[in-house]
């Protein structure tokens, strides 16, 4: 029960990455608010922390949605009372991204409303009570596309460096406050999203020759979420973990 008593935040935490996170802080003793776009991922996310005894509520969130995420900020502040964690994780490649001469401007900015713009807004609210509160942890969502060069998803990569130097910025801007804002960048991670492009090939049958150590699985993702989320992180500020099975040092 590292995260007893705590309270975090989870933007898209209806499937994939958001979806394990929200479950695996539950089991850790956090209460969770499950920001997700999707009414119906959310209300299972939500049904399956209470079956498992934990804590949460849901909250419908379009995180480039200005007015939608400070109304997140105040209904965990109307239910809890403070903010401990904020875990910014929504965001993803899409079919749609492709060179910078070719890829639509529309696909652009998509991704810098949804990555960027998303994470924006989560601190920019959660902040001020995270301060009041003497402090939290701030986990963003970036890529291992923000390290190394992928031919399609230039505007994909864009966004993600993006998240990479916000990371570093405001672990500086508020370290004094007590809190630490760190990012995470992961390889390919099999979620629904992921699996749904497979088409009928099971998890077991995807090989990837540059995953040294095999695949990533969601449930992989948040075991690094909740260590940047508990005190076992305490020292770790501005910092971009990679998990990628070995991809980026090959």
Same mark, same amino acid.
């Given at each position: 029960?590292? +995260?007893? $008593?705590?309270?975090a935040i #989870?933007?898209? @935490?209806?499937?994939?990455?958001?979806?394990?996170?929200?479950?695996?802080?539950?089991?850790?003793?956090?209460?969770? #608010?499950?920001?997700?776009?999707?009414?119906?991922?959310?209300?299972?996310?939500?049904?399956?922390?209470?079956?498992?005894?934990?804590?949460?509520?849901?909250?419908?969130?379009?995180?480039? /949605?200005?007015?939608?995420?400070?109304?997140?900020? $105040?209904a965990t502040?109307?239910?809890?009372?403070?903010?401990?964690?904020?875990? /910014?994780?929504?965001? @993803?490649?899409?079919? /749609?991204?492709?060179?910078?001469?070719?890829?639509?401007?529309?696909?652009?900015?998509?991704?810098m409303r949804? $990555?960027?713009?998303?994470?924006?807004? !989560?601190?920019?609210?959660?902040?001020?009570?995270?301060?009041? !509160?003497? @402090? !939290?942890?701030?986990? /963003?969502?970036?890529?291992?596309?923000?390290?190394? @060069?992928?031919? !399609?998803?230039?505007?994909?990569?864009?966004?993600?460096?993006?998240?990479?130097?916000?990371?570093?910025?405001?672990? #500086?801007?508020?370290?004094?406050?007590?809190?630490?804002?760190?990012?995470?960048?992961?390889?390919?991670? +099999?979620?629904?999203?992921? +699996?749904?492009?497979?088409?009928?090939?099971?998890?077991?049958?995807?090989?990837?020759?540059?995953?040294?150590?095999?695949? %990533?699985?969601?449930?992989?993702?948040?075991?690094?979420? +909740?260590?940047?989320?508990?005190? $076992?992180?305490?020292?770790?500020?501005?910092?971009?973990?990679?998990?990628?099975?070995?991809?980026? %040092?090959?």
């Amino acid at each position: 029960m590292r +995260l007893k $008593d705590k309270v975090a935040i #989870v933007t898209g @935490g209806g499937g994939g990455i958001g979806r394990a996170s929200v479950e695996r802080l539950a089991r850790e003793g956090a209460k969770v #608010v499950i920001a997700e776009y999707d009414a119906e991922t959310g209300a299972a996310a939500l049904e399956a922390v209470r079956q498992s005894g934990g804590e949460a509520i849901f909250v419908p969130t379009d995180v480039s /949605n200005e007015t939608q995420m400070q109304a997140l900020i $105040d209904a965990t502040i109307s239910a809890y009372g403070r903010i401990d964690i904020l875990h /910014n994780n929504v965001g @993803g490649s899409t079919l /749609n991204d492709g060179p910078i001469t070719t890829v639509s401007n529309d696909e652009f900015w998509l991704k810098m409303r949804v $990555d960027v713009f998303g994470a924006w807004l !989560g601190c920019r609210y959660a902040i001020p009570h995270m301060i009041a !509160g003497g @402090g !939290g942890s701030i986990i /963003n969502m970036t890529s291992v596309n923000a390290i190394i @060069g992928v031919k !399609g998803r230039n505007a994909y990569a864009v966004a993600k460096g993006a998240i990479v130097s916000l990371t570093r910025a405001l672990a #500086v801007q508020y370290g004094e406050d007590g809190i630490r804002v760190n990012c995470i960048a992961p390889g390919r991670t +099999l979620t629904d999203r992921v +699996l749904a492009r497979q088409g009928n090939r099971k998890p077991t049958d995807l090989k990837d020759s540059s995953h040294l150590l095999g695949l %990533i699985t969601p449930d992989e993702i948040a075991s690094t979420v +909740l260590y940047l989320a508990s005190e $076992d992180s305490s020292k770790t500020t501005g910092q971009m973990i990679v998990v990628d099975s070995g991809l980026t %040092i090959q």
